[in-house]
């Protein structure tokens, strides 16, 4: 670097905060492929966390039932549109099955949404 230049790292640098609740807003943009519901309206998303330092987004996700056949499709729905995200490099996402998920963790919105389908929740 020459003397006097400062170089600005790709996306301006953020508080780490501040990029977790815009992963937040993104995620709410993702909706579940089998119904028209963001991920986050269906419970999927049980933590977010960011490191600066590696630039890396962490996710803590679940299913609906162990064996969903969409799994691949979420992870990549996640990674793909996350990527696109100025702060984020990489993103990590670890499945979990505690908690188990229940209709408990639908929002009201996901509730309202599936009842007009004609889903039972």
């Not at 230049?5 to 943009?29: K, N, S």
């Not at 969409?70 to 995200?85: H, N």
Request: hydrophobic content about 40%.
């Amino acid at each position: 670097m020459r003397e006097g230049v400062t170089v600005e790292p790709r996306g301006a640098a953020r508080e780490a905060g501040d990029v977790v609740v815009g992963i937040w807003q993104v995620l709410r943009q993702i909706e579940d492929p089998e119904i028209p519901v963001s991920l986050v309206d269906m419970g999927l998303i049980v933590s977010v966390d960011y490191d600066p330092p590696s630039r890396t987004a962490h996710l803590k996700i679940t299913y609906t039932a162990m064996g969903c056949p969409a799994m691949g499709m979420i992870q990549d729905d996640i990674r793909e549109r996350l990527l696109r995200e100025p702060d984020v490099d990489t993103v990590a996402i670890d499945v979990v099955w505690d908690p188990v998920w229940s209709r408990k963790r639908l929002s009201e919105s996901a509730r309202a949404t599936m009842r007009e389908l004609g889903m039972s929740v």
